[in-house]
């Protein structure tokens, strides 16, 4: 366990799964009954990007950072909820904070909503704690985030999004990835799932998808930012895999990820994909 997101906190990475989140929980919002949001792999909650984990890398400059202009006004629209969760945040915390998905998963809870936040690592499950246990909405749980998902799902509430984040340390993550997207699915068909991953090599992605699109009977998404030109032995980008997405997701993508790929890109090669697997391609 030796992944600490603190390090990379508010990175492209960051930028392309919170964006998503915030896509997805306002989706969530908009019907009055309530929903849950499950994070499996939470981490501390937010970040300080002054710190001596995030400032060490200087990864936010390159992610966060870089929306610090306005995009056109069609993508601001879609920013917005992602930009006030932030702003929220960093009122709460101080102006160099930045929310990891439990602060951002908070700002949308409403009274009758729930969040559950999974956390492995003592330390960070600890300040995890300390941060969202005194909220009645959010609950922290100490497990490896793996094995607690089939316990969580379905929830009471039979509305929700379970996002899986994990730190990819080991070999053949991106394979239980995928095995644990096909069990979840059985389980809680309606629910939506928000799976990221990191791109190196593409086709162990592809292999992936390959095999959710075999298998899934629900309506599925895959959405890729690349910020350099494909190496596999670096990191060039990061995807999200969406089970169950919100019907216009895939219309309100090609807006913001052309812009994302052009303010995001470390030289002059930027690149997105959308495109729909599952039940419905």
Known sequence: MNY???????????VLKHLVLTRVLT????????????DTHAGLGFYDLTGDEA????????????????F??????????YRAAVAAT???????????????????????????????????????????????????????????????IPPPERRGVVLIDPPYE???????????????VAKWPTGTYLAWYPIKD????????????????????RLDLLVS??????????????INPPWTLAEEAMLFLPALAERLARTDYGAFRCEAFGAQA
């Open 90 to 152: 960093q009122a709460r915390h101080g102006a160099d904070t930045y929310p990891g998905s439990p602060a951002i998963i908070r700002e949308f809870l409403r009274s009758t909503d729930k969040g559950v936040f999974v956390e492995l690592h003592p330390a960070d499950a600890e300040i995890l704690r300390e941060r969202y246990n005194q909220d009645s909405r959010t609950k922290v749980m100490h497990r490896d985030g793996w094995v607690a998902l089939p316990a969580l």
């Open 229 to 242: 030109e494909p190496d596999p032995t670096r990191l060039n980008g990061n995807g999200l895999l969406i």
């Open 4 to 14: 600490r997101h603190a390090f990379h906190a508010g990175n492209f990475a960051d």
């Open 72 to 81: 056109p006004e069609a993508v601001e629209t879609l920013l917005a909820p």
């Open 202 to 221: 593409v086709a162990n992605v592809d292999r992936v998808v390959a095999e959710l699109h075999r298998t899934l009977s629900r309506p599925a998404l």
């Open 170 to 184: 080991e070999l053949g993550e991106i394979d239980r990835l995928g095995a644990a997207l096909i069990k979840a």
């Open 27 to 38: 989706h969530l919002q908009a019907k009055a009954t309530p929903f849950r949001a499950i």
């Open 55 to 70: 400032g060490r890398t200087g990864e936010a400059a390159d992610g966060w950072g870089r929306l610090d202009t306005l």
